[in-house]
């Protein structure tokens, strides 16, 4: 995991607002999210895994399954997974595989981050920056 420091952090949206934001741009909600806390996940690659740039929240009033809830944003960060090979392959074909590998476990849950991605992920973050607090 590579934190990247960005201005959005403590950032407050209404949630409705922020996804309709990020969706355009390629984001999605992450698998990991419950009531308090969730994170909008963009796939930069999926060679050997899944390298994301991951965008976490939570909840800063209301739950995140109700209208008119209101996130704060955390640090972005940089986030490699390689998943488990055998009875889940079957999930790695597709466009929508990432949502899917939600329900299989990790073979590494943070596994390096290749370098070659790292300044596409602080340009992501600048793009965030510029789209969110414009």
Do not use: C
């Amino acid at each position: 995991m590579i934190e990247i420091p960005s201005k959005l952090e403590g950032q407050q949206f209404n949630l409705f607002d922020l996804e309709s934001e990020l969706k355009p741009l390629g984001y999605s909600i992450g698998g990991g999210w419950d009531y308090e806390k969730g994170s909008f996940d963009y796939k930069i690659d999926d060679e050997v895994g899944y390298q994301f740039l991951r965008l976490p929240f939570f909840a800063a009033s209301g739950a995140l399954d109700s209208k008119n809830t209101t996130v704060e944003l955390g640090t972005p960060y940089l986030l490699s997974h390689k998943y488990q090979i055998g009875l889940d392959d079957h999930a790695r074909i597709g466009n929508l595989q990432a949502s899917f590998n939600q329900f299989s476990e990790p073979q590494v849950k943070d596994a390096s981050f290749p370098e070659k991605y790292i300044d596409l992920g602080k340009s992501l973050v600048k793009e965030l920056e510029t789209v969110l607090l414009s």
